[in-house]
């Protein structure tokens, strides 16, 4: 029962580089997240989708961009990494809710990224 | 704009002491309601929520407060352990949101022996 899986869990990029973090559910959930999350300001979101094809800007989007081919994947790109990059990234997905329904929402272990 | 919003950055309670979180949020379209649980090196765990029909809910050892009236809503944990010590988020879903959740900043509690 794997959940919401994130890789890599550690890198290290210079200034200019580009990665590609990987978000993988194994909940058959519909919406998927990306958040970031630096000391003292929380979780902020990133990117989310509400179903396989689809993406949304969210909170604080500049710099990166996502894809959503398969719906178990969610895929977070960083196409010219900034030292303001530096930081923690979280993936969450949650299940399609109905009318009335709940929006809790399962995270990954996280991806710790330093940008020099 | 609106925001949830924490009273505490810091919590600190003895081991079997009773453990009381707050949170405030001024959005007044927030009708759902989530704790989480983040231990130092993991990704947030869901505790409790609670809907806004509602003023309290209980799970194992927490309870959920919500006082719509002052927007405030608080987790209590009763018998605090030491594996109780993390950060402590409350997130806040409004209509209309297309089920995006707005984070409180955190309470970290730590739990002395």
């Known amino acids: 029962n794997a959940g919401v899986t994130q890789t890599p869990k550690f890198r290290v990029l210079k200034t200019g580089q580009s990665m590609t973090l990987l978000c993988a559910q194994d909940?058959?959930?519909?919406?998927m997240y990306w958040y970031r999350q630096d000391p003292g300001m929380g979780l902020r979101l990133i990117h989310y989708?509400?179903?396989?094809?689809?993406?949304a800007k969210g909170e604080v989007p500049d710099g990166y961009n996502v894809s959503r081919l398969k719906k178990q994947n969610f895929l977070l790109g960083l196409e010219s990494a900034a030292p303001s990059q530096t930081s923690v990234y979280f993936c969450?997905?949650?299940?399609?809710?109905?009318?009335?329904?709940?929006?809790?929402?399962?995270f990954g272990a996280g991806t710790r990224l330093s940008v020099l | 704009g609106e925001s949830v919003g924490l009273h505490l950055p810091t919590l600190s309670v003895q081991e079997g002491d009773n453990s009381i979180i707050n949170c405030a949020y001024s959005?007044?379209?927030?009708?759902?309601f989530i704790w989480y649980k983040q231990e130092s090196g993991k990704g947030p765990q869901f505790i409790i929520d609670?809907?806004?029909?509602?003023d309290k809910r209980q799970g194992q050892r927490v309870t959920v407060l919500l006082n719509k009236t002052v927007k405030h809503l608080s987790l209590q944990i009763a018998a605090t352990q030491p594996g109780d010590s993390a950060v402590y988020f409350c997130?806040?879903?409004?209509?209309?949101?297309?089920?995006?959740?707005?984070f409180g900043k955190g309470t970290l509690l730590t739990v002395n022996p």
């Open positions: 909940m058959n959930h519909e919406y």
């Open positions: 989708s509400v179903g396989e094809g689809t993406t």
């Open positions: 997130a806040e879903n409004s209509r209309g949101s297309n089920y995006k959740l707005t």
């Open positions: 959005n007044s379209a927030s009708d759902y």
């Open positions: 609670i809907r806004s029909n509602m």
């Open positions: 969450a997905s949650s299940p399609t809710t109905l009318m009335g329904a709940k929006n809790i929402q399962y």
